[in-house]
């Protein structure tokens, strides 16, 4: 029952993705986010359904996962109490000063942005927090690894990195959903009691297509999740697909891109052509990593290969599904299907 915490958390989470989309989906202009907003809640309720059978795959004996539940419980509640500290604090201050609501509102925090004027310092930053996730993925299995041999007995090295990454990996979503909800819930009428942390981490990352949708940093770590239940190479091949092929194709579509594409004339052949080579390396290198998948080299290859051609047709013909989504959801089915077809899973 130690699990009851944080899967509630995330049944609420999605309860919340739900009535954005709703509310989203009800104005013409943007039913196109209302598509993404949907797909989030649905992951959200997954995480929440799927988190009690987290450990069932890493060999961890029964106390040890009691106890990494209740930690995890410790943990994202314990982060959910600064965070309504923070917020508390600008309900006092918004009721002792009701102009509050105004000038910390979002319509004066847009123009205060300068409507989010874009610029490569900003692209950069957004993907460097891309890459944070498949590096907190490996920080984890290395040092897992490292420590193995002072593990207690019933203690795994993939359990242990388990525990660590979804605690992270789960922190950073219910932190960014709290964000969220007060951002883009009913109009934006509640943007004002984000702590001011919040509003500078806002104005720094936030596309203009983002200014009434949800952050694509949110699904770049909750579309993980569902691979923690496939084979653990799979999982960090996704990882570091969705890491850093997009951010390849993204940064060298941006300077180098001046051949668009006819089909979605927003991409270009140079950034295409860049994420899907760097998708067939990062399927090379996640197995590499760690090796164990039941297929031999050359099946290896028309996998890392076939991983590419998934990737550069997201590109080319996604279009009101954000890439953040379809990248590691569709990309990791290959994989799965794959496998199923031609390896078998374990």
């Given at each position: ?130 890459v944070i996730p498949v ?9 897992s690894l490292l420590l ?24 950073f979503v219910a932190m ?171």
């Amino acid at each position: 029952m130690f699990y009851l915490p944080v899967s509630g958390m995330y049944f609420v989470f999605g309860i919340l993705g739900s009535i954005i989309a709703i509310q989203h989906y009800k104005i013409k202009d943007l039913r196109d986010c209302s598509v993404n907003d949907f797909i989030m809640a649905f992951i959200d309720f997954f995480c929440a359904f799927t988190y009690p059978a987290m450990y069932l795959i890493t060999g961890l004996e029964q106390y040890w996962q009691n106890l990494f539940f209740l930690l995890s419980d410790v943990i994202l509640y314990g982060f959910y109490a600064v965070l309504a500290f923070y917020v508390t604090r600008e309900v006092v201050r918004s009721r002792r000063d009701p102009s509050l609501k105004i000038t910390r509102g979002y319509k004066e925090f847009i123009e205060k942005s300068k409507n989010f004027e874009y610029s490569n310092k900003r692209d950069n930053l957004r993907k460097l927090l891309h890459v944070i996730p498949v590096a907190v993925v490996l920080l984890f299995h290395y040092m897992s690894l490292l420590l193995q041999s002072f593990f207690p007995s019933g203690l795994t090295a993939r359990g242990f990195a388990y525990f660590f990454i979804v605690t992270v990996g789960y922190a950073f979503v219910a932190m960014f959903m709290l964000a969220e909800t007060f951002r883009l819930i009913n109009g934006n009428r509640w943007f004002h009691l984000t702590p001011e942390w919040a509003h500078k981490w806002f104005g720094s990352s936030l596309k203009p297509s983002e200014a009434q949708a949800f952050i694509s940093s949110i699904p770049v770590v909750l579309c993980l999740m569902p691979f923690l239940f496939g084979p653990y190479p799979i999982f960090v091949s996704v990882a570091l697909v969705e890491s850093v092929s997009d951010a390849m194709a993204s940064l060298v579509g941006k300077r180098f891109g001046t051949h668009k594409l006819r089909l979605n004339p927003k991409k270009s052949w140079e950034g295409l052509i860049a994420g899907g080579v760097t998708s067939f390396f990062m399927v090379i290198l996640g197995n590499i990593i760690i090796p164990g998948l039941p297929i031999d080299v050359v099946l290896l290859v028309i996998l890392a290969l076939g991983t590419s051609i998934v990737f550069m047709l997201i590109d080319t013909f996604s279009k009101r599904i954000m890439d953040n989504i379809l990248n590691p959801l569709v990309c990791g089915g290959f994989m799965i299907v794959f496998l199923a077809l031609f390896g078998g899973l374990y």
